[in-house]
């Protein structure tokens, strides 16, 4: 069995590269912002709880992310293994972590400021159908235009430069502790995440001892 937390600013590329281990190697992704993210689109309670939190321009608490890494955890659906992405996100969350739960290391992908701009600022959503875009990598066919459904492509509304430098202070300032403390334990792996996806992710296995990675198009 193989656990893994994956950690890294925004844009960094967390999402893709767990996909891919999960893909070739039978893990489960945890995304606790993707939790979040299906409970405020389909009203639950906690989803109103997490919207209250959002509008009043707050922080959801560690109590309650604790307790939904509880609970996705305590489903034991991940038989081969799992990556967790989006937490901890600080000491706190660390300390419960570790506490409860064995993991095998924590991936960290690394990219400078400069770079974590450049692609996040480069995002664009379809309003419609939700597809999204970069810029830089995934340009739509027509310019500001869905390639699926034809609607014009809007840029998210946390994704000015206002927000992001707001959000790299808050990884500085509170994400950065969290690796110290995995690193007392000798969990970190560093990866450095400036280059291509599929590059990223032969860096990664090679740095776990992992199988091989065979990009797709091969």
Known sequence: MRKFVIMGVQGSGKGTQS?????????????????FRWNVQNHTKLGAQVRRTMTAGELV???LVES????????????FGFIIDGFPR????????????????VIHLELPDDEVRRRVLSRRLCPNCGMDYNLIADRPEVEGRCDICGHELITRADDTPEALNSRLRDYHEKTRPVLELFARKEFIHDIDACASADE???SIRETLGLPAYKPAST
């Open 19 to 35: 996909e891919l281990l999960c893909r070739d190697l039978d893990l489960v992704h945890i995304s606790v912002g993707d939790i």
């Open 200 to 202: 990223v992710q032969q």
């Open 68 to 79: 939904v890494v509880r609970e996705r955890l305590d489903n034991h659906d991940w038989n």
């Open 90 to 105: 600080n000491g706190r969350q660390a300390e419960f972590f570790m506490e409860r739960y064995d993991i095998d290391g």
């Open 61 to 63: 608490s560690d109590d």
